[in-house]
């Protein structure tokens, strides 16, 4: 995505030297760039009236993307909430690449209420049966509260078809497939 600056992982990026530094260090997962997050950031830059001028929050941020994605469109205001600490440091250090302000949560938002905002951003929280039904349970809650949802996907297993509707697709590479392959993904709403 041409338009967004990203530190990734790489060769000589140092993430091997922090995971040596720290026994806690878990799957660098936000230093490359997912194929749910990547079609949702193009949705949102192509389609900035579905951000302008609202209050965001990103959920699993990871690196941020969508959350830059969001504010270089428009949004008013945009919280990116993570679990891992080193994925908000990269948000916030991708967010200044990029000339954005993003707030960051370290916190799983999914066992709490809906948050006080406009939308919900979601790429790549489907990738695990457990996590899946967390997240639905929780984007379910925000609904029900009047916050607008939408999930960037590569259509995994345990995404929830029957509870979504395509909004949008794009071909993107998806961290993990063979040599880059580029593969479908869909943006969604939540029905």
Do not use: Q
């Not at 790429?123 to 349970?137: C, K, M, S, T």
Request: aromatic share 6%; with cysteine; glycine share 10%.
């Amino acid at each position: 995505m041409p338009e967004i600056r990203l530190h990734r992982a790489g060769p000589r990026s140092g993430l091997m030297r922090l995971a040596d530094a720290d026994p806690d260090f878990g799957s660098p997962y936000w230093a490359r760039p997912w194929g749910g997050g990547l079609a949702l950031a193009r949705h949102v830059l192509d389609r900035s009236a579905t951000v302008k001028g609202k209050r965001a929050l990103d959920l699993g941020a990871g690196s941020g993307l969508v959350a830059i994605a969001a504010m270089m469109a428009g949004a008013s205001a945009v919280t990116a909430a993570d679990v891992d600490p080193y994925a908000l440091t990269a948000t916030r250090l991708n967010a200044d690449a990029n000339g954005v302000t993003v707030e960051t949560v370290l916190a799983d938002l999914t066992t709490g209420d809906p948050p006080d905002v406009d939308l919900m951003l979601v790429g790549d929280l489907f990738y695990d049966p457990d996590l899946a039904a967390r997240v639905l349970a929780f984007l379910e809650r925000c609904t029900a509260a009047g916050i607008a949802v939408l999930i960037g996907d590569p259509w995994r297993t345990p995404l929830p078809a029957d509870r979504l509707r395509v909004v949008a697709e794009h071909v993107v590479a998806d961290f993990g497939d063979p040599d880059g392959a580029a593969r479908a993904a869909a943006v969604f709403e939540l029905i």
